[in-house]
T-cell receptor, first 112, second 114 residues
């Protein structure tokens, strides 16, 4: 069975500080992994995805994530937080690229 | 940039009424989805639709729900006899092909059942 656990429903960081949003998954086969971001009153926008190949993937807005099979993790990072990064972030897993299983989301607050 | 659009953005309905949530997927996409998110809970898969038929559905998607692509551009979710627990944000998504892994999501319709 596929599932995603996002540790920390709310994360606060200072502007310029490292952003680390945690995601652990379970899957019976090598998964596709995704991070989506949702700004207020907007849809889910893809930040980055891992399908195959290089385990460190880079996405939009300076975010990156590393697929660690041994830890079943796909944590999202950004070296320096910006005020515009404040949003809800969702990790998702899919075995087929068809049905997605989402985590409960992490709300990121950036403190000036 | 092409996007998935959903209407209305917010719908309030009385318990027991039928509602239709509308979505316009990206025009050349072939796979269509509905997801929902009850406040404070996970985004949950409801149904996927391909080639004018349901390809997968979750346990949530019971006889109360139906989907339709009536005119080749719209993709609708109908909820019959709404219940209070149907209150949620409903997201539509579309994907270009079976080889695409990225699904594009709409901004959601917030359904409130009173």
């Amino acid at each position: 069975a596929q599932s995603v656990t996002q540790l920390g429903s709310h994360v606060s960081v200072s502007e310029g500080a490292l952003v680390l949003l945690r995601c652990n998954y379970s899957s019976s086969v090598p998964p596709y992994l995704f991070w989506y971001v949702q700004y207020p009153n907007q849809g889910l926008q893809l930040l980055l995805k891992y399908t195959t190949g290089a385990t460190l993937v880079k996405g939009i807005n300076g975010f990156e994530a590393e697929f660690k099979k041994s830890e079943t993790s796909f944590h999202l990072t950004k070296p320096s937080a910006h005020m515009s990064d404040a949003a809800e972030y969702f990790c998702a897993v899919s075995e087929t690229g068809n049905q997605f299983y989402f985590g409960t989301g992490t709300s990121l607050t950036v403190i000036p | 940039e092409p996007e998935v659009t959903q209407t209305p953005s917010h719908q309030v309905t009385q318990m027991g009424q039928e509602v239709i949530l509308r979505c316009v997927p990206i025009s050349n996409h072939l796979y269509f989805y509905w997801y929902r998110q009850i406040l404070g809970q996970k985004v949950e898969f409801l149904v996927s639709f391909y080639n004018n038929e349901i390809s997968e559905k979750s346990e949530i998607f019971d006889d109360q729900f139906s989907v339709e692509r009536p005119d080749g551009s719209n993709f609708t979710l109908k909820i019959r006899s709404t219940k209070l627990e149907d209150s949620a944000m409903y997201f539509c998504a579309s994907k270009g092909s079976t080889f695409n892994t990225e699904a594009f999501f709409g901004q959601g319709t917030r359904l409130t059942v009173v």
